[in-house]
């Protein structure tokens, strides 16, 4: 019984190693943006996605998301952006983020669709807030996305 139950804990020690090592482990560090319109200044710190790690974890298996809490991915270079919403829980909307800060689409995903949603052109970010956030903060296509320092 003893040699069993180390089996077992070895086992899981090396799932949860091999979880971590793939990145589904990844941490993600705040940065501080605003989002500009011609009426309003939104401040907000947001998880950064930066490497490819990250950008594959994304929001996954996340239960809830505060009311100003995100996600902002960025791109290796300016591409069209893509996002599908696999192992996702939450309903969010997104908008993709030109290399010079102007949000380009802002669109609505599901949760577990694997559908690919895809930004209008090349873009360099994405940001993932909760469902209906950007409509409610007045935040459209056109506006710009300001790195805080």
């Given amino acids: ?60 298996f996340r239960e809830s998301l505060c009311a100003q809490c995100g996600m902002l991915f960025q791109y290796e270079q300016p591409q069209v952006g893509s996002m599908w919403m696999k192992n996702t829980l939450i309903p969010l909307d997104v908008a993709f983020i030109s290399k010079s800060g102007v949000i380009t689409d802002i669109l609505s995903m599901k949760p577990h669709d694997l559908t690919s949603t895809r930004s209008s052109g090349k873009v360099l970010f994405a940001l993932e807030m909760n469902v209906g956030w950007f409509a409610e903060n007045q935040i459209s296509v056109g506006d710009k996305l300001i790195f805080v320092k």
């Fill in 1 to 60: 019984m003893q040699k069993a139950l180390k089996s077992i804990q070895l086992v899981i020690t090396l799932v949860l190693a091999c979880f971590t090592l793939s990145g589904w482990a990844a941490e993600f560090e705040s940065v501080p943006i605003s989002l500009v319109s011609s009426t309003t200044k939104i401040e907000l710190s947001v998880e950064f996605a930066e490497s490819f790690e990250q950008r594959s974890q994304g929001l996954m």
